[in-house]
């Protein structure tokens, strides 16, 4: 079992990336940079090679972490994500925003990867007002939207 829990993950990294190519969105947000929700801790975070992905085919990014301000001190996390991704690495500070209503409504898709009730809350506002597509990788609502840009995975 073990030895399959890197083939899942990477199966959901690349469903996670085909998703939000299929949106056809050429800047997407980012609702949950951590690892693990509550932490800033980022290393070892599936979607930052989400997010290194969709930067690779030249679409611009806009992301939220309630853990991550401009207080955070990323020096030591962002040396360790050079080894997997330097341009992510260089390019995450720029790409962070302390506004995540910012992200709901400058963003043309969103991918969300943290349970929060802010979270849940910009997700059906872009969905109801901006009839946005939302890629929801958390199961973030206990009764699915009916929205047919709402799409998950792992759940």
Known sequence: MIDSLGVSNRTQIEEAIQMVRA???KRVGV???A?????DDIRESPILEVM?????DGIEIIAHDPAITADTCLEGQLAYLKHTSATLA???PRLLVENAGDVAEQAEAIIVTQRNPLYATLAS??????????IDVV???EDLPDFQEYR????
């Open 23 to 25: 949106t056809g969105a």
């Open 31 to 33: 609702l949950g940079v």
């Open 35 to 39: 690892f693990k929700p509550g932490t």
């Open 52 to 56: 290194a992905a969709l930067r690779a």
């Open 90 to 92: 260089e390019e995450l």
């Open 125 to 134: 506002w872009a969905m109801e007002h901006g009839q946005k597509p939302v």
């Open 139 to 141: 199961r973030l609502f």
């Open 152 to 155: 998950g995975i792992g759940w």
